[in-house]
């Protein structure tokens, strides 16, 4: 297999997940499920069958759309537990308000059940094969949101749970975190031992308004959260040398389309701060793509 046909494999499944994602992520049903469930073909199968189906490939008769089936869905696809989300802390802890300001709304969204959607960031073979990583819930999932302008901007999913994981753990001292959302990650390296102070910086007034009245006095250890109102690049470009930062991390895009060149914009900064430890969300599912 040459390098042009795993390119043009990994173009063909992100433009049918993406079409999927975006268009029909809840078409999956329970009884569509049922149907097909048998000793041979649990849930998961399944659900990447009807998945596959649903998405034009014909994987019995067409030898290509069987390979293509067979190479990434297994890998792609998981049947998530949402008790073992629902144990994170803060989910546990924190309540999100159901509000509005402007243009921006603080409220509780929901994947149906057998809903689609990214859980993790994108795994790369030592090939090049692109995964994207999948997941769906056997009933409804609530989560917390942002919106802007109506559309999603912040949530606290699988995605942003699973995706945090490793820059939580390595988190220490001072931390500077550029955006703060619904301030999970502030959340959850304020309870570490080994963090002082976390700092965090975001030019939007409203939802920093939003977050310090209704969801920093939640937290336990709220007396560590210190708030800057600036724009991300103009704090780094003229305030970061003012601070002792022990650990950076940058959550300022959406997804891949949007953070790219943001991420490749801080990264200069690293350079010049070699003291300072950078970590970047979904950075893994970025540099997949450079």
């Not at 969204?109 to 090049?128: L, M």
């Not at 692109?130 to 606290?156: C, D, S, V």
């Not at 995706?163 to 959302?181: F, Q, R």
């Not at 959550?251 to 970047?280: A, C, Q, R």
Request: net charge negative.
């Amino acid at each position: 297999m040459t390098n042009k046909n795993i390119e043009d494999d990994n173009f063909r499944i992100f433009s049918l997940m993406s079409n999927y994602l975006n268009n029909y992520s809840d078409y999956i049903s329970k009884s569509d499920i049922e149907e097909i469930v048998s000793k041979d073909i649990d849930e998961e199968k399944a659900f990447a069958i009807i998945l596959a189906n649903g998405m034009g490939l014909d994987i019995l008769d067409k030898n290509v759309d069987k390979d293509i089936f067979n190479e990434y869905f297994p890998k792609m696809v998981k049947c998530l537990n949402s008790e073992s989300y629902k144990e994170n802390p803060y989910f546990k802890k924190i309540r999100n308000p159901k509000i509005k300001s402007g243009n921006i709304e603080f409220k509780y969204d929901c994947y149906k059940p057998y809903e689609g959607f990214v859980y993790n960031d994108i795994e790369k073979s030592t090939d090049g094969r692109m995964y994207p990583q999948i997941g769906f819930f056997k009933e409804e999932f609530r989560y917390p949101a942002i919106l802007e302008n109506n559309r999603i901007w912040m949530t606290i999913t699988p995605n942003e749970i699973e995706t945090m994981k490793e820059p939580i753990e390595k988190a220490h001292g001072k931390v500077l975190t550029l955006g703060l959302g619904l301030g999970y990650f502030q959340y959850m390296v304020s309870n570490k031992m080994e963090v002082e102070e976390v700092y965090v910086v975001d030019s939007n007034e409203t939802i920093i308004n939003l977050f310090s009245k209704y969801i920093l006095p939640q937290f336990e250890n709220s007396n560590k959260i210190k708030i800057i109102k600036m724009d991300a690049f103009e704090f780094l470009e003229k305030e970061l040398k003012t601070y002792p930062f022990d650990y950076l991390f940058a959550d300022l895009w959406h997804d891949v389309s949007d953070g790219t060149e943001m991420y490749l914009k801080i990264k200069e900064y690293e350079k010049l701060y070699p003291n300072i430890e950078f970590e970047y969300w979904i950075e893994k599912s970025i540099k997949a793509y450079l």
